[in-house]
């Protein structure tokens, strides 16, 4: 065979056997193959091209084979023409070697043995080849140790940010001794609250009567000065504070001082009420199966596995801070008792700031219902995240299931209208007795510690929904984030939860909102550092 190729440029190849001779007529010539040469450019550009790929794809055969297949050549043979095969069939494997294991151990708790890190197991896995079986179980042992890690590292930190709630900063004690060193030694401090010529309004039912029971004087500054600023005509409100025997020194003369920026205060403390024994026996024992019932919950919690659940975890800690045991928590049922002349209040939490004016809320039509409260919150109907029924009572207790619907949403405390004259013509203060004995009855598995949840019984059926704008609430909890528009246009803020604004785990961002009532030139405000 003989290749003729053209001098003039590559533009034809000529192949003719060597038999054959080139003739004139070219007669008895053999035909000639001819190959256009841009075809054959063309052709062993392809090849190189394709070639390295082709070499790459066995490489990687090579080397996977070796490792997941008992005889290379066989695992290459399959995965050239059909790669997928055999990755479904190590799929396969691994799976049924994860199940295996999980069968094996039950729910894989207690694994002993386990490596601590993935560089540990890739060594593991190359050094000694081990088989994808003990490659599963050094695996999940490991993972299943990690996890276990990660759970108690959450529970761990959910519990010291709840504990430390608990605790009361050094500014807000230093604020209380000034305050009460002050009321020793300055006359001021100590003049009569409301003065004598505003002691009519204390009972005129003409004025908006807000009421609020605290033992905080810096929380209670706060919802007065955020309330009278917002306010169309603050001289409207008259502002009723109930506070503990220990707390009513300072709290007075807090107000006594600054009575210039306020309207009509009245502080008067716990140990100023004269009430009948009667009254005086229901509250005890109203305090004292609150602490047989919250003793109950912390001996459960305690002995629990200590399992991190998400919002339960949550909710079970927040049960157990000592405010559900506070005296003046659970004194709201008492409220007709504590100011027998008024008709019509809205009762104020410490925790909350007001950024709206709250005259209307004397004017909503209760329908001759005893509470007006949202219900709804900010995110839509029936949308209440950690607030319905089921977070609070043990529906499997058959009082609790033949009373109340599991998903309702429960009316938010904090900020309600409570129509006393309608309240004094029913028995829910004696229904919320008769709940408290029979959750005793009951083995104490009722509901969760808290006044709230034998309050939402005894006003069943007597509460008047009002519009979500007017409450927003959870703020001090971690779960509960509403968008910047909600809560510049809410009437009231609420901090409800661990995360109070005064403290320093609470969120910077909102904090803003309550700090903005601090009146930061106040001599007691500067000298306890308290904006720091």
């Known amino acids: 065979m003989k290749f003729y190729i053209s001098a ?23 035909a000639a193959r001819r190959f256009p ?39 290459m043979g399959l995965r050239l023409f059909r790669g997928g095969d055999t990755s479904l069939k190590i799929r396969e494997e691994l799976t049924r070697a994860l ?21 540990e197991l890739v060594k593991e896995m190359t050094l000694k080849r081990r088989d994808i079986k003990t490659f599963a179980s050094v695996t999940k042992k490991m993972l299943l140790q990690m996890e276990r890690k990660v759970q108690s590292a959450k529970h761990h930190e959910l519990l010291y940010w709840h504990l430390a709630s608990h605790g009361v900063p050094k500014c807000l004690h230093c604020l ?12 001021m ?102 602490r047989m019932i919250w003793r109950r919950h912390y001996q459960n919690l305690k002995d629990s596995d200590n399992s991190f659940i998400e919002g339960t975890h949550e909710q079970s800690l927040q049960a157990l801070n000592p405010s559900c045991l506070a005296l003046l928590n659970h004194l709201r049922i008492y409220i007709p008792k504590l100011f027998p002349d008024l008709d019509k209040i809205v009762l104020l939490d410490d925790d909350v700031v007001v950024q709206r004016d709250l005259s209307s809320l004397w004017e909503t ?94 006003f069943k059926g007597l509460t008047q929904p009002l519009d979500p704008s007017w409450h927003v609430a959870g703020l001090g909890s971690r779960s509960v984030k509403p968008p910047e528009e909600i809560l510049k246009s809410a009437a009231v803020l609420h901090f409800s939860g ?12 909102v904090r803003s909102y309550w700090y903005t009532y601090v009146n930061s030139s106040n001599i007691f405000i500067r000298k306890c550092k308290i904006m720091n």
Not at 46 to 56: D, E, R
Not at 102 to 118: A, C, E, V
Not at 179 to 186: A, D, G, P
């Open 8 to 30: 003039a440029g590559i533009k034809r190849v000529t192949i003719s056997s060597p038999g054959g001779a080139i003739g004139k007529g070219g007669g008895g010539c053999a």
């Open 37 to 75: 040469g841009r075809t054959l450019i063309l052709f062993l550009l392809m090849l190189a091209i394709v070639l390295p790929f082709i070499f790459v794809r066995f490489a990687f055969l090579v080397l996977e084979s070796a490792s997941v297949c008992d005889s290379p050549l066989d695992c």
């Open 99 to 119: 199940v295996e294991e999980t069968s094996q151990d039950g729910n894989g708790r207690g694994q002993k043995g386990s490596l601590d890190s993935f560089d």
């Open 176 to 187: 209380s001794l000034r305050l009460t060193e002050e009321y020793s030694v300055n006359a």
């Open 189 to 290: 401090a100590r003049t009569r609250l409301p003065p004598p010529e505003s002691v009519s309004r204390l009972t005129d039912p003409s004025f908006h009567h807000v009421v609020i029971l605290t033992d905080n004087v810096l929380a209670a500054s706060v919802v007065i000065s955020s309330t009278v600023q917002n306010a169309v005509n603050p001289d409207k409100f008259v502002f009723h504070i109930v506070t503990d025997k220990k707390t009513y020194t300072p709290m007075h003369a807090w107000f006594a001082i600054n009575s210039a920026l306020s309207p009509v205060v009245e502080v008067k403390g716990l140990h100023q009420y004269d009430w009948p024994q009667e009254v005086n026996v229901r509250v005890k024992e109203m305090l004292e199966i609150h």
């Open 365 to 458: 039509d209760l329908n001759g219902n005893v509470v007006g409260a949202v219900v709804d919150s900010w995110c839509g109907s029936n949308c209440c995240p950690g607030r319905k029924y089921k977070d609070y009572f043990n529906f499997s207790h058959p009082l609790i299931s033949s009373n109340l619907l599991q998903d309702e949403c429960a009316w938010l405390s904090g900020m309600n209208v409570f129509d006393l004259k309608a309240w004094r013509q029913t028995n829910i203060t004696e229904a919320y007795s008769t709940w408290l004995r029979l959750s005793v009855s009951s083995g104490l598995q009722l509901w969760q510690p808290g006044a709230l949840p034998p309050s939402l019984l005894a």
């Open 498 to 509: 661990p995360a109070k604004p005064w403290l320093e785990i609470s969120n910077p961002k």
